[in-house]
């Protein structure tokens, strides 16, 4: 049920080197291609966020390749066997409990690829300056603007409209052609949902700014390589769970019910179209363990 996947991977993209793996595996066709050019994308994107030094750009280059050298053995290879998991569950039907406990084991298994982001770029904290945090904070805006123009249209109609695509061609990336009833039983679900963008803005600013307030202070104190990791890990635990207490229910609110909608989409779907999500599973399984290979 690869609705799970979808819901960590959006939470994974803002994380760091990750979003490459992440983002591709939204194009079986392009996995392997375009994971071979992972480190070029990444470091586009993340120059693109911190704008780097000529005297920082090698440095972060390296980290990168030694982050893409240790994942292509190490991870690749657990999430295929992840996908293998899961490719075997997805024939029969899913209770909601299922769906949030696949949603925590993926979580897990990603978590060491994530954390070795950290040990590689903590390093480059201390040396990051003003140009950097100008950059990083005008990316943020720009981040948001967009975030603003895909959730927060000025209608209800006009929100309800971008929801209704973005889950459908979601469902059927994974499970193929829809039929009019699993549409209307999108729609129902998305229109009873209690997601709120406008929380999730808020939420994500609060981030930025203490992600942004973290850095500064690192760099100021000159810190040291593991005082930055654990002040990185901070941020990453109050990422998964806010430390706002009405937005902490609120996410706990929202996850129990995609669990349960997920679960409801899937229990809808036909033996055609779970075969067409297993065989989706299986060419992505496939090409992580031939990526895994070392070359």
């Avoid at 966020?49 to 750009?57: A, G, I, P, R, W």
């Avoid at 954390?115 to 300056?129: E, F, K, R, S």
């Amino acid at each position: 049920m690869l609705t799970t996947l979808w819901r960590a991977m959006r939470m994974s993209l803002a994380r760091g080197a990750i979003i490459i793996l992440l983002f591709l595996l939204s194009s079986c066709s392009m996995l392997r291609l375009g994971y071979d050019q992972g480190p070029q994308l990444v470091w586009w994107w993340l120059d693109g966020y911190v704008n780097f030094s000529n005297e920082q750009t090698p440095h972060a280059k390296e980290a990168i390749r030694k982050w893409f050298a240790w994942h292509r053995t190490t991870q690749l290879p657990e999430y295929a066997a992840w996908l293998s998991t899961l490719r075997s569950r997805i024939g029969d039907p899913v209770t909601p409990a299922q769906i949030c406990g696949w949603s925590e084991e993926l979580r897990n298994t990603i978590a060491p690829a994530l954390d070795h982001t950290m040990q590689l770029g903590a390093p480059l904290v201390p040396n990051l300056g003003e140009a950097q945090w100008l950059s990083i904070e005008r990316r943020y805006a720009k981040g948001n603007d967009e975030f603003r123009r895909d959730f927060l249209q000025p209608h209800a109609e006009e929100r309800l409209a971008a929801s209704i695509k973005r889950i459908v061609k979601r469902v059927e990336n994974i499970y193929g052609s829809i039929d009019e009833a699993q549409h209307r039983l999108i729609v129902a679900g998305i229109e009873a949902s209690p997601f709120d963008p406008e929380a999730w803005l808020a939420e994500r600013q609060r981030r930025q700014h203490e992600t942004l307030l973290t850095l500064r202070r690192l760099a100021a104190e000159q810190a040291e390589t593991e005082h930055v990791i654990a002040a990185l890990r901070g941020l990453i635990e109050r990422v998964q769970r806010s430390n706002d207490r009405d937005y902490r229910a609120y996410q706990v609110k929202l996850t129990e019910y995609n669990c349960a909608f997920i679960a409801t989409v899937h229990n809808s779907t036909t033996p055609i179209q779970r075969q067409h999500a297993h065989d989706k599973l299986k060419g992505w399984e496939t090409d992580l363990r031939k990526l895994s290979t070392p070359i």
